[in-house]
Every structure is written in C-alpha cells, then in structure tokens.
C-alpha cells in the first residue's frame, strides 16, 4: 500500500471535491478507492478539507464517508481543528446520520472505560462540547450514564447536563444536587433549561438560594426562560450581595436572558469595585444590546390593552393583546413583558395567560356619512380584518349625528344583521346606509350589545366612534348590558364628560383622538383589546403615572405601545 504524503493526499482529495459538481460518480468512486488505499492519508485530507467548510454536495459527501469508514472520531479529535470547524463538521454529520450523537457518545464511554483508554481525558472535553452543541441528548443517555463513574469532575459535570437535558427529569436532578463538586451540581440544573413542570419550577426556585453562585445563577436563568416572573427580583438581589463571586454571576445571568429590564442594574455594576464584575456587566450589557438589535429586524407587532386600578387594592391591572401585522397571535412568556412606569420597570408582577377569547360579536356603531371610504372610522373599522377570526360576528350600526334626528325611543328599519362574511362586512363599510337604516345615538349603541339582536353570537361589543358633544343619558338598559359580558368602547374627537362618565360607570372606555388621523389606530386598539389574552397585574410604582410603557420581547419578534392611565 502506498504511503501518500499530507500534501499529495490533500491535493487529490481537493481535486475531487472540485469536480464533485462536474462528475459526482466519478467523485465518489475516486474517493472511494483514496479512503481504501490509505486510510490514515485520507483521515489527514479530511481534516484539511474540514479546516474549509462549506455547504457544498462535495463537503456532505466526506463527511458522509467519514461517518460509514469510522474515521469521524479521529477528526473530531484532531488538534488541528479549531471549535467552529469541530462544530461544523458534527452538525453535518447529525443531517446525514440522525444517529450520529449517539455513535460519539458510545466510541466517547468505550474509550474512556475501556482499559486501554484509547480517548484521552482532553479529547473528552471536546466530544462533550460536541454533543452539548449537537444532541438533545434522548439517545445518548446509557452511554453517558458510564461517564458518572469517571473520576474527571470536569467530565462528570458534562455528562451529568447531558443526562439531564436527555432526561429532562427534575426528580433526577434533585438527586444529583447530593454532588460534592459544584460544577456536577451547576450543570445538572442547566439541564433544566426549558423543562417547564411543576417539579421542576419547584426544584429551580429552591436552588436560587443555594450557596453555590453557579447553581444559583443557572437555576434564575432557568427560570426566567420558562416565564417565571417571580424570579426577576432575585437577579437584583443577588446583584446587590456582598460576595463578588455572586455578583459576577449575577451579571453573567442577566446578559443570558437578553431582557433589557436589567440594562440598568449591569450599568451600575460597570462602578463596581471589582474588575471581574466590570468585566462581566460590560459582556453582559453588549448581550442585550445584540438581542435587541436582532428583534428589530422583524416586523414589530401590534401590542395594545387597557388599564384598570384598583385603589382599595393598591392593585394595577393591564389586560394586554399581542398579534401581528398578518393576523397570528404570538405567543409570550411572563419574563419577556417589561412594563415601565415613568421609565421605571415594574420588576415584580403576577402574570396570568388565559385562552384565547371565545366567539363573540363585534359592532361599529359609526354615524351616517355620504362619503363613507374618505371616513378615518371606516379606514379604522376595515384595518382590523387581519384579525376577525371566523368564529366571530361583526354588524355595522349606523346611526344619525345629532341635529339630524327627531329623538324617537324607535329602534332603525332594518338593521344589518351580524354576519361572518367579511366581504359583505367590507361592502356595508362602504355603502351610504339608508336614513331608515339609522337609529338615534343611544339606541344605535344598544342595538349593538343586545344580546338578541341581529343573531349575535357570544358577548356582543360595541365600537363607538363620536365627533360631537352628547346631551343625552345614556338609557339604563345600556348599564345593564354591561353587567352580561358586553364592552363598549367609545373613540371621540370631541372631549365629551357624558360620554365619559357612561364608559367608566359600564366598564367600557372612552378614549379621545388627538386628530383625525389618529382615529384609525384607536378603532383598531379598541378591537385589538377585545382579543386580550394576558394579564399583568401589580402594585403602582407612581399613583399619578399618566400612561404605562409596554414592551415585548422575544427571540422572533418585538412590539411597544404606551397605554393611558384612566383618568390621567
């Protein structure tokens, strides 16, 4: 057999990855008989092809062969290597054997075990850092329970966050905090990222007072993944504690979740005493920079809610819709909410997902127009399509402005029936309704939240829109409406104190457009707040505070939106 040099080997198998594109039989079966002539030469040509990865058939094809020749252990062992390329290579490996996490972690426990000890301890520590990066760990488990027996404590800790995320055990976790080593104990609680269970809650929320910094920093940031906003406190405590070792982790974990709540606390770390929590709080402080540079890369979404207080209870409460331009509603977790009050974050909140509303029926109660396509509340009305969702009923109620209406306790002719059809919806929008069509103020809005009116389904809502001072009180009938689930919501151009009072005694809001060009946004805000969802809820930070800041966050989008105060 000859012996090919580094160089004469690298080149031939250069070459051929080259013509892959051109001839990839020919490729192959060239490759084929360099591997057969000499193994070891090809091994070292991998190696140097691996230094340039790529994307290419070429690439996958070597890897490929690496996989099914068992040379793909040697590679990822080669010193030569840096850890991107290791990475690159393993990744790779994974898409073309599924199996291939668990073949390096069965060669990595024979080696290891076996007498002969053919993986050295350094080797190891990279294939661990392999799988951590390439592996879920579900069929890696019987293998790297081998690895519990190793004396390396660098190597156990590994294993054990391995074992854990395959696992996803919490009761298995709590046994392996007996641990005498706190790297063992620190990464078995990493395992728990993501694992959102009761048992698991319960065992994180343990371990954030441990006396271990590194357990207690890998249990908040644990916490804070899976949503748990009772753990926002704990990172300022632990900020504030007199060991620097605590410190250093606590800006450590900030800078993992990427939550621009902490930017604050890790710029007054950057005064701290001791260079390594400077050092730290400066990493960290870039983190969430990156991250918030990257959520604003995507389209922002619509976040929009209503405010209610409870002065009694010194309870604050927001009721918040999240979806997207496209009409989809994300999903978000406590921990990436930030609620600000006069630019202060609210750190310490209950927070509460409920499902998605049920059917119900949506009316527009708008005034009669001549030219309804040039009206702003049409404009308005027809930009919430994106989120009629087809259980639900919308019904057009027009009414006449006042100077145009002899006041008759008669409901209108005729009126339009709630309907699912969106199309027919649009065409009512932009039709000039009848006279006939058009009820009085009051009796237009109460038309639209009688139960059974127009076979409505669910809680029926009422969108106002106003642009003229009522003199009117609002009928009884209507306070009652409001007791059964129904919301109106009223958007005025006009201050209106009649208005006003009747929205705050029915549960409803009045909401007043700055111009006319604002108009469509407050309709949309008040349909967007008939699909809320969360519920943030809280002591007031500020009394007085006019309006309350609102942001989410999360690795596939963002949205803002300042909410007023009523009242304010």
């Given amino acids: 057999m000859t012996v090919l040099s580094l160089q004469d080997s690298f080149s031939k198998l250069a070459g051929l990855m080259r013509g892959f594109e051109r001839d990839a039989a020919t490729s192959r079966r060239l490759i084929g008989e360099l591997l057969e002539a000499d193994p070891d030469a090809f091994r070292r040509a991998a190696v140097e092809a691996v230094k340039v990865p790529d994307d290419s058939r070429a690439f996958r094809y070597v890897i490929t062969v690496l996989v099914s020749s068992g040379l793909l252990m040697p590679v990822l062992c080669d010193p030569a290597l840096n850890r991107h390329q290791v990475l690159t290579a393993a990744r790779a490996a994974r898409v073309v054997d599924p199996l291939a996490?668990?073949?390096?972690?069965?060669?990595?426990?024979?080696?290891?075990?076996?007498?002969?000890?053919?993986?050295?301890?350094?080797?190891?520590?990279?294939l661990l850092e392999i799988l951590c990066e390439i592996s879920d760990g579900s069929r890696i488990v019987p293998s790297l329970m081998r690895l519990l027996r190793h004396p390396d404590p660098h190597l156990r800790s590994k294993a054990v966050k391995l074992i854990g995320r395959g696992n996803h055990s919490a009761k298995w976790v709590r046994n392996r905090l007996a641990e005498t080593d706190p790297r063992v104990r620190a990464n078995a609680i990493e395992s728990l990222w993501d694992v959102d269970t009761a048992e698991a809650r319960e065992l994180l929320q343990a371990c954030v007072h441990d006396g271990d910094n590194r357990v207690a920093g890998n249990a908040?940031?644990?916490?804070?993944?899976?949503?748990?906003?009772?753990?926002?406190?704990?990172?300022?405590?632990?900020?504030?504690?007199?060991?620097?070792?605590?410190?250093?982790?606590?800006?450590?974990?900030?800078?993992?979740?990427?939550?621009?709540?902490?930017?604050?606390?890790?710029?007054?770390?950057?005064?701290?005493?001791?260079?390594?929590?400077?050092?730290?709080?400066?990493?960290?402080?870039?983190?969430i920079k990156a991250s918030l540079t990257a959520s604003r890369q995507t389209s922002p979404w619509f976040v929009t809610g209503v405010v209610q207080d409870d002065p009694k209870r010194n309870r604050r409460r927001l009721k918040l819709a999240l979806v997207s331009e496209t009409g989809e509603f994300p999903v978000a977790l406590a921990t990436q909410f930030l609620v600000t009050e006069e630019g202060h974050p609210v750190n310490s909140y209950r927070f509460i997902e409920r499902p998605a509303p049920p059917a119900m029926s949506v009316s527009f109660v708008f005034p009669r127009?001549?030219?309804?396509?040039?009206?702003?509340?049409?404009?308005?009305?027809?930009?919430?399509?994106?989120?009629?969702?087809?259980?639900?009923?919308?019904?057009?109620?027009p009414y006449l402005p006042p100077g145009e209406w002899e006041h008759s306790d008669s409901p209108a002719e005729d009126p339009f029936r709630f309907t699912s059809n969106l199309q027919a919806m649009e065409a009512a929008l932009q039709e000039i309704p009848t006279r006939a069509r058009c009820a009085e103020f009051w009796n237009a809005v109460l038309q639209a939240v009688r139960p059974d009116s127009g076979g409505s389904?669910?809680?029926?809502?009422?969108?106002?829109?106003?642009?003229?001072?009522t003199s009117l009180e609002a009928p009884e009938e209507l306070l009652l409406a409001s007791l059964h689930g129904s919301r109106i919501q009223i958007v005025s151009t006009v201050p209106d104190?009649?208005?006003?009072?009747?929205?705050?005694?029915?549960?409803?809001?009045?909401?007043?457009?700055?111009?006319?060009?604002d108009v469509p946004r407050l309709i949309r805000t008040c349909y967007l707040s008939l699909l809320a969802r969360?519920?943030?809820?809280?002591?007031?930070?500020?009394?007085?505070?006019?309006?309350?800041?609102?942001?989410?966050?999360?690795?596939?989008g963002w949205g803002e939106t300042s909410i007023p105060v009523r009242g304010s």
């Fill in 101 to 126: 996490d668990a073949t390096i972690a069965r060669c990595l426990a024979d080696g290891l075990i076996a007498s002969d000890r053919c993986v050295q301890p350094r080797h190891a520590a990279r």
């Fill in 369 to 397: 127009s001549t030219s309804p396509s040039a009206e702003p509340w049409i404009r308005g009305a027809l930009s919430c399509r994106p989120w009629k969702r087809t259980s639900d009923l919308w019904s057009l109620q």
């Fill in 220 to 287: 908040l940031v644990a916490l804070h993944r899976i949503g748990d906003c009772g753990a926002i406190p704990e990172f300022f405590r632990m900020a504030a504690l007199d060991s620097p070792r605590f410190r250093v982790t606590a800006a450590w974990a900030m800078g993992e979740t990427g939550d621009p709540r902490f930017t604050e606390i890790l710029a007054s770390l950057l005064r701290d005493a001791v260079p390594a929590v400077r050092k730290r709080a400066m990493s960290s402080l870039g983190q």
């Fill in 497 to 517: 104190p009649l208005l006003e009072a009747f929205c705050h005694r029915a549960g409803g809001l009045f909401r007043v457009a700055e111009s006319a060009e």
């Fill in 457 to 469: 389904r669910g809680d029926c809502h009422a969108i106002v829109f106003n642009s003229s001072t």
């Fill in 534 to 556: 969360y519920e943030i809820a809280y002591a007031p930070l500020s009394p007085d505070c006019r309006a309350i800041g609102v942001r989410v966050q999360i690795p596939g």
